[in-house]
């Protein structure tokens, strides 16, 4: 008899580790994310989805003329902002909000803040002296930090984050 309490109680404790440790986002943390559609002026490429405004058709009774010509189409950037919670592996809730510039699916800027503004650990300030240069100037889908700075769970959350942008880009 102790033999089985002994293996139920291993069970039991192997079960609360891998609850405890499980790396994802506690039940009503989901992502938030915010997106903005801003107008850059000096481009001329169309982005998906979008088209170009075309004039109002005129009455029947007016004789009509040739179309004119549209307007120039510019690219739209679009401005994300991304908030994702993360458990760092003392198991404290941590959470970090980026904002990134996406125009053409290729990162144009990106910047970052840490738990709703209340300070960074050592982890993430190393983190945020290292993410940029591996981010500005790709493709989101071609995004995919691994331990940057030493910060293994900061630079996973920061890939979750690329992946709601993706999400978010492509509708």
């Given at each position: 008899?102790?033999?089985?309490i002994?293996i139920v109680?291993?069970?039991?404790i192997?079960?609360?580790?891998?609850?405890?440790?499980?790396?994802?986002p506690?039940?009503?943390?989901?992502?938030?994310?915010?997106?903005?559609?801003?107008?850059s002026?000096?481009?001329t490429?169309?982005?998906?989805?979008?088209?170009?405004?075309?004039?109002?058709?005129?009455?029947?009774?007016?004789p009509?003329?040739?179309?004119?010509?549209?307007?120039?189409?510019?690219?739209?950037?679009?401005s994300?902002?991304v908030?994702?919670?993360?458990?760092?592996?003392?198991?404290i809730?941590?959470?970090?909000?980026?904002?990134?510039?996406?125009?053409?699916?290729v990162?144009?800027?990106?910047?970052?803040?840490?738990?709703?503004?209340?300070?960074?650990?050592?982890?993430?300030?190393?983190?945020?002296?290292?993410?940029?240069?591996?981010?500005?100037?790709?493709?989101?889908?071609?995004?995919s930090?691994?331990r940057?700075?030493?910060?293994?769970?900061?630079?996973?959350a920061?890939?979750?984050?690329?992946a709601?942008?993706?999400?978010?880009t492509?509708?």
């Open positions: 008899m102790p033999i089985v002994g109680a291993l069970v039991l192997v079960v609360g580790v891998v609850y405890v440790n499980r790396a994802e506690t039940p009503g943390t989901e992502p938030e994310v915010v997106v903005e559609e801003t107008v002026p000096t481009t490429a169309q982005p998906t989805g979008a088209t170009a405004q075309q004039p109002a058709t005129p009455p029947a009774s007016t009509t003329a040739p179309p004119p010509t549209p307007a120039p189409v510019v690219a739209a950037s679009q994300l902002t908030h994702m919670p993360y458990r760092s592996p003392a198991k809730q941590e959470s970090i909000t980026v904002n990134l510039v996406v125009k053409d699916g990162v144009t800027a990106v910047d970052s803040s840490y738990n709703e503004g209340q300070g960074q650990n050592p982890f993430q300030e190393r983190f945020d002296d290292s993410y940029k240069t591996l981010v500005v100037g790709k493709k989101l889908s071609d995004i930090l691994s940057v700075g030493g910060a293994s769970l900061t630079s996973q920061f890939n979750a984050v690329v709601e942008a993706i999400v978010k492509q509708s």
